[in-house]
Nanobody
């Protein structure tokens, strides 16, 4: 069992930066690929990005490439989402997820564990 707790959400202005954290319980954090997803108001959940177990490989959806960066610290059981040059369309609840599958498959949303989400609001 893995429990995921996101933090770091809040209200920012367009162009600002924000870093989300996702802390995982348990000793097996490094055995999971990790992903970030978001759900905007009235829309379906969508994939944001993923990171491999070692942190050596990352994947991003096109709309955040060059602006968002995923990293992880396996010694702290934590995955991060650094968001720069934020836009109003980035407004959403952000979720982290852990997958026992391959990192490149995280975008399917078929993950084993999910956090409760953290709200990010970007004002124009």
């Amino acid at each position: 069992q893995v429990q995921l707790v996101e933090s770091g959400g809040g209200l920012v202005q367009a162009g600002d930066s924000l870093r989300l954290s996702c802390a995982a319980s348990g000793r097996t954090f490094s055995s999971y690929a990790m992903g970030w997803f978001r759900r905007a108001p009235g829309k379906e959940r969508m994939f944001v990005g993923a990171i491999s177990r070692s942190g050596g490989t990352t994947y991003y959806t096109d709309s955040v490439k060059g602006r968002f960066t995923i990293s992880r610290d396996n010694t702290k059981n934590t995955v991060y989402l650094q968001m720069n040059s934020m836009k109003p369309e980035d407004t959403a609840v952000y979720y982290c997820a852990a997958s026992s599958g391959a990192a490149y498959q995280v975008n399917t949303g078929n993950c084993d564990y999910w956090g409760q989400g953290t709200q990010v609001t970007v004002s124009s």
